[in-house]
C-alpha cells in the first residue's frame, strides 16, 4: 500500500506510531555544531514531521540509535552487580540505504564475530524496524554506489519527504493501521543511481602484495596531516570500537556503574599494552589500520562486501581535509607500484609471471 500524507498527516501518523514505537530519525540541534553558530543533525527521538531532517544527510550516522556513543553495561556494589535495563519498546528508525547497510555490517561484528553474541547490542538491534529514507543523491562526499550500498530492501517502510509531507510504500503490513484512512497514492522508491564521487578500491588478495602495501611509504604522510583526533571514527556509520570507563558514585571505590564508550582506533594509545607498548604508534601507523579494516579486512574475514558504506561522514568531519576517497585512489597506485615492481623483479630473475 502507497500514501501521500500532508503535514498534518504526517503528523497524526507519528504521533500513532509514537505510541507503540520509539520514533528516531535526523534531527536537527541548533548551535551544537563545530563551529560557532552552526547546527548539527544527528540522530534522536522525533514526535512530528517538521522534526525530521530529510533534505540534508545527518552529521551523524544512524548507528547512534543503536549503539549510542556510551551506554551502562551494569551497576556495581562493594559485592554484587546488576545489568542495565534496555529499552522495552520497538525503536522505528528512518534511515538512507547506506545507514541500514552499515547496520547489516554492524550485526555481522557485533553479532556474528567468532560465535560471541554482543548482548548490548543485539537486545536494541532486535527492537528496530527500519523506515528507509529515500535519498535525494547525498552530498559531494558520498560514494554508495561504489560500495554497493545505494539500494535496500530490509525495510518495513519506504519514505519519501518533501516540503509538503511524505510518501510512503508499506513492506510490513503489520504498519497498516497506522495509516487507516490516509490518502493513497502510487509510489515506488527511487535510489541513488550515480555519485559525483566514485571510487574503485584495489584488489588486494595476493598476500604479497597486500604485505608490501602495508610497509609502503605512502601512509607516512599521515604523520604529519592526522591529528589522530578520532572525529572520522566517531561519525562513522559503521565503526564498532569501544571501550569501558567506570562511573563512581561518591568516595567509596567499589559502588558505581560501568558504561561502554566509543573508542577510535585513530586516538594515541588505543592499542597501547603493558609496558607503554603500541602496536601503531603513529598516525600513519593508524590511518593504514583504518583504511584497510575498511577496504580489505571485514572483507576477508566475513566474506561479503566492504566494511565501508559509503556515507562520505568521515570526509565531512575531518578536521585536516582528509579524504578516505583520495586515500583508496592513493592505495590503488601503491598496488599498481607494487605489482609493477614484482614484474620487473620476475622478468630480472627470469621467472614467467
Ligand atoms: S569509512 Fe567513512 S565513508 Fe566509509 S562508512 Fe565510515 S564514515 Fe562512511
Ligand atoms: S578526523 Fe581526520 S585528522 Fe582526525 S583522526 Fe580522522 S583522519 Fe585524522
Known amino acids: 500500500m502507497e500514501y501521500a500524507l500532508s503535514a498534518a498527516q504526517a503528523d497524526e501518523v507519528l504521533r500513532a506510531l509514537s505510541r507503540d514505537f520509539t520514533v528516531c530519525a535526523p534531527k536537527r540541534f541548533p548551535k551544537a555544531g563545530r563551529y560557532s553558530d552552526t547546527d548539527i543533525v544527528r540522530y534522536d527521538r522525533v514526535e512530528k514531521f517538521s522534526d525530521i531532517v530529510w533534505e540534508t544527510k545527518s552529521d551523524y550516522p544512524a548507528k547512534e540509535a543503536v549503539s549510542p556513543i556510551q551506554q551502562t553495561l551494569f ?58 529514507m529515500e535519498c535525494g543523491g ?32 508499506l513492506k510490513e503490513e503489520a504498519f ?16 541513488v543511481e550515480e555519485n559525483v564521487l566514485k571510487v574503485e578500491p584495489p584488489d588486494l588478495s595476493d598476500e604479497g602484495v597486500y604485505q608490501a602495501l602495508k610497509k609502503h611509504p605512502m601512509w607516512k604522510e599521515f604523520d604529519s596531516r592526522c591529528t589522530s583526533c578520532g572525529s572520522c571514527t566517531v561519525a562513522c556509520s559503521t565503526c564498532t570500537c569501544f571501550t569501558t570507563r567506570d562511573v ?24 597501547q599494552m603493558a609496558g607503554q607498548r603500541e602496536l601503531r604508534p603513529t598516525p600513519g601507523d593508524r590511518m593504514r589500520y583504518k583504511v584497510l579494516h575498511k577496504f580489505h579486512d571485514y572483507k576477508a574475514r566475513f566474506g561479503e562486501s566492504h566494511m565501508c558504506v559509503g556515507c562520505g561522514r568521515c570526509i565531512h568531519r575531518c578536521p585536516e581535509f582528509i579524504s578516505i576517497v583520495e586515500t583508496v585512489r592513493k592505495m590503488s597506485a601503491a598496488v599498481q607500484e607494487i605489482q609493477e615492481e614484482q614484474s620487473r623483479a620476475q622478468a630480472g630473475a627470469g621467472v614467467q609471471p
Open 138 to 169: 547525498g552530498d559531494d562526499t558520498c560514494f554508495c554506489v561504489s560500495m554497493g550500498t545505494n539500494r535496500t530492501e530490509d525495510c518495513s517502510m519506504a519514505v519519501k519527504f518533501s516540503a509538503e509531507g511524505m510518501q510512503v510504500q
Open 248 to 271: 563512581l558514585y561518591g568516595d567509596n571505590a567499589e559502588v558505581g556503574e560501568r558504561r561502554r564508550v566509543a573508542a577510535s582506533c585513530q586516538v594515541a594509545g588505543f592499542d
Open 75 to 132: 551497576y556495581f556494589t562493594e559485592d554484587e552487580f546488576r545489568e542495565s535495563k534496555g529499552p522495552k519498546k520497538p525503536i522505528l528508525l528512518f534511515a538512507r540505504p547506506c545507514d541500514i547497510h552499515a547496520q547489516r555490517i554492524q550485526a555481522k561484528i557485533y553479532a556474528g564475530n567468532g560465535g560471541f553474541e554482543d548482548f548490548y547490542y543485539t537486545r536494541v538491534r532486535n527492537l528496530v524496524k527500519f523506515a528507509m
Open 176 to 191: 497498516l493501521p497506522y495509516f487507516q484512512g490516509m490518502p493513497e497514492t502510487s509510489y515506488t522508491p527511487a535510489f
